[in-house]
């Protein structure tokens, strides 16, 4: 009877493991390979999949918020008035470490969307082409590749050092060019700043040949990549290498010679007749790349521009009093300090150029071409060591734009070259306060981070001047270095 019931049991279990022997050899979980090219089987889902590259930087962790307020409080015109750790205090202050909050989500973002760049290019090159054509396979990987460049000119910016401090020898970050699809050891050096560089350059080249010169509606042409958002981009790259002649190269393609300044090629990016337009009608063609937001698509808690700078929301930082909006120079009746708001009830003067409270749907600002102006403008000079006739023009257009009653003139500036270069500089001040560029013109031009409401300078020579490596990379990646 024993003997009986034991075969059975043994049948039971045999049939069992018949039954469930996959269990042995089970699917991935740690794999999003491309399933013998399904992602890739139809227009559809290939469209689908570069807007879903768009989502990766439109992340509040990213270019749809916390990237450029990183880049704007780290500075000087800025006043932290919580002392929240999550929100950017420890920038502020210059104490981040390699376990703080900003510096492994902005780490970990640009990597999630970079491996989706890279899996998205090797899978059309495998398998979408032939699905799509060449000449949409072209733009597509085109916008793949000028996404993957910006999230690496963001690591750059904040976690290296400047390439003028020794031509790039620095060390950059890794360098990672093909898709991580499934469970492996990644580990990877850094390579150099000026490898890091070169890919960025190469990459937004590649963008400048495959994307489109327009799409059929202003919207798209806002919040998707186009041959001039490629060429603007560039002119921003170029100016952090110091590379000026390259700068008017590129900004040569897309800004005529004479004012009104417009581009004569592609989208007809030119300045709005008033500043205020910009931060009402997402879509002029000053926006040359802008992070789009709805009820039903928000940025997210702790991460929209509103939320940090505006009184209406929870109002992390206010403005330095002794900051930019102490500039004698700047008028009071220059339309760019309506954005300012003193709030008597506490004290204290806030940027209202993201006015929408929770859900903070305005939109993130990117790119204006009001910085493809300026950005020609200061290599014109810096490039002729003159008192360049047409970066005065330039400088008038984005200063007159806001204030009709100032005109910069070559005699104006005593100083020389100088001064112009100062005069530029402290418009772009203006123009892009609470946008996400003064960190970058800081960096770039190796100056300290000035002292700022009782936190003291700090020179480049520190070791808080830049962001360490994210401390999961370094838990992960045994060859990061830093």
Request: hydrophobic share 40%; net charge positive; aromatic share 10%.
């Given at each position: 009877?024993?003997k009986?019931f034991?075969?059975?049991?043994?049948?039971?279990?045999?049939?069992?493991?018949s039954?469930?022997k996959s269990?042995?050899?089970?699917?991935?979980q740690?794999?999003v390979?491309?399933?013998?090219?399904?992602?890739?089987?139809?227009?559809?889902?290939?469209?689908?999949?570069?807007?879903g590259?768009?989502?990766?930087?439109?992340?509040?962790?990213?270019?749809?918020?916390r990237?450029?307020?990183?880049?704007?409080?780290?500075?000087?015109?800025?006043?932290?008035?919580?002392?929240?750790?999550?929100?950017?205090?420890?920038?502020?202050?210059?104490?981040?470490?390699?376990t703080?909050?900003?510096?492994?989500?902005?780490?970990n973002?640009?990597?999630?969307?970079?491996?989706?760049?890279?899996l998205?290019?090797?899978?059309?090159?495998?398998?979408?082409?032939?699905v799509s054509?060449?000449?949409?396979?072209?733009?597509?990987?085109?916008?793949a590749?000028?996404?993957?460049?910006?999230?690496?000119?963001?690591?750059?910016n904040?976690?290296?050092?400047?390439?003028?401090?020794?031509a790039?020898?620095?060390?950059?970050?890794?360098?990672?060019l093909?898709?991580?699809s499934?469970?492996?050891?990644?580990?990877?050096?850094?390579?150099?700043?000026?490898?890091?560089?070169?890919?960025?350059?190469?990459?937004?080249?590649?963008?400048?040949t495959?994307?489109p010169?327009?799409?059929?509606?202003?919207a798209?042409?806002?919040t998707r990549?186009?041959r001039?958002t490629?060429?603007?981009f560039?002119?921003?790259?170029?100016?952090?290498?110091?590379?000026y002649t390259n700068v008017i190269?590129?900004?040569n393609?897309?800004v005529?010679a004479?004012?009104p300044?417009?581009?004569?090629?592609?989208?007809?990016?030119a300045?709005?007749?008033?500043?205020?337009?910009?931060?009402?009608?997402?879509t002029?063609?000053?926006?040359i790349?802008?992070?789009?937001?709805?009820?039903?698509?928000?940025?997210?808690?702790?991460?929209?521009?509103g939320?940090?700078?505006?009184?209406v929301?929870t109002?992390e930082?206010?403005?330095?009093?002794?900051?930019?909006i102490a500039?004698?120079?700047?008028?009071?009746t220059?339309?760019?300090?309506?954005?300012i708001?003193?709030?008597?009830?506490?004290g204290?003067?806030?940027?209202t150029?993201?006015?929408?409270?929770?859900p903070?749907?305005?939109?993130?600002?990117v790119m204006?071409?009001?910085?493809?102006l300026?950005?020609?403008a200061?290599?014109?000079?810096?490039s002729?060591?003159?008192?360049?006739?047409?970066?005065?023009?330039l400088l008038?257009a984005?200063r007159?734009?806001?204030?009709?009653?100032?005109?910069?003139?070559?005699?104006?500036?005593t100083g020389?070259?100088?001064d112009?270069?100062a005069?530029?500089?402290?418009?772009?001040?203006?123009?892009?306060?609470?946008?996400?560029?003064?960190?970058?013109?800081?960096?770039r031009?190796?100056?300290?981070?000035?002292?700022k409401g009782g936190?003291?300078?700090?020179?480049?020579?520190s070791a808080?001047?830049?962001w360490?490596?994210s401390?999961n990379?370094?838990?992960?990646?045994n060859?990061?270095?830093?």
């Amino acid at each position: 009877m024993n003997k009986k019931f034991i075969f059975l049991i043994g049948i039971v279990l045999l049939s069992s493991y018949s039954c469930k022997k996959s269990l042995l050899t089970p699917v991935s979980q740690t794999s999003v390979a491309a399933v013998g090219g399904a992602p890739f089987s139809t227009l559809a889902r290939i469209q689908a999949q570069v807007l879903g590259l768009y989502t990766t930087i439109r992340n509040g962790q990213s270019y749809g918020g916390r990237y450029q307020i990183y880049n704007d409080v780290k500075v000087d015109n800025w006043i932290n008035a919580t002392a929240n750790s999550v929100t950017a205090y420890q920038t502020w202050t210059s104490t981040v470490n390699s376990t703080s909050s900003e510096v492994i989500n902005l780490w970990n973002q640009c990597y999630i969307s970079i491996n989706d760049c890279n899996l998205f290019i090797d899978g059309m090159q495998t398998s979408g082409t032939a699905v799509s054509g060449a000449a949409l396979s072209a733009n597509y990987i085109a916008e793949a590749k000028f996404i993957r460049a910006i999230n690496y000119y963001a690591l750059l910016n904040l976690y290296c050092q400047p390439y003028a401090v020794n031509a790039g020898a620095s060390p950059g970050v890794p360098l990672r060019l093909t898709g991580n699809s499934s469970y492996a050891d990644f580990a990877l050096a850094p390579s150099t700043v000026t490898q890091v560089y070169a890919q960025v350059i190469k990459d937004l080249n590649d963008a400048e040949t495959g994307l489109p010169l327009t799409y059929g509606d202003a919207a798209t042409i806002t919040t998707r990549a186009h041959r001039n958002t490629a060429i603007a981009f560039k002119t921003r790259v170029y100016l952090a290498m110091q590379q000026y002649t390259n700068v008017i190269t590129e900004a040569n393609k897309i800004v005529s010679a004479t004012a009104p300044f417009t581009a004569t090629t592609g989208v007809a990016n030119a300045l709005q007749a008033s500043i205020a337009n910009v931060f009402k009608t997402y879509t002029t063609t000053e926006s040359i790349l802008s992070m789009p937001f709805t009820i039903t698509e928000t940025v997210g808690t702790q991460n929209a521009f509103g939320a940090y700078y505006n009184s209406v929301g929870t109002a992390e930082f206010y403005l330095n009093p002794e900051g930019v909006i102490a500039d004698a120079r700047w008028k009071a009746t220059d339309a760019r300090r309506a954005f300012i708001s003193f709030v008597t009830a506490k004290g204290h003067s806030y940027l209202t150029k993201w006015p929408l409270a929770a859900p903070y749907i305005d939109w993130a600002n990117v790119m204006r071409y009001s910085e493809v102006l300026l950005n020609l403008a200061e290599a014109r000079v810096r490039s002729t060591n003159t008192l360049d006739a047409q970066a005065i023009a330039l400088l008038n257009a984005v200063r007159q734009r806001s204030d009709a009653t100032t005109t910069f003139t070559a005699a104006g500036f005593t100083g020389g070259v100088a001064d112009l270069t100062a005069a530029i500089l402290q418009e772009r001040n203006i123009e892009f306060l609470g946008e996400g560029l003064r960190w970058n013109d800081i960096w770039r031009l190796q100056l300290p981070i000035p002292a700022k409401g009782g936190v003291t300078a700090v020179p480049i020579n520190s070791a808080s001047y830049i962001w360490p490596m994210s401390g999961n990379e370094q838990q992960y990646n045994n060859l990061i270095g830093r």
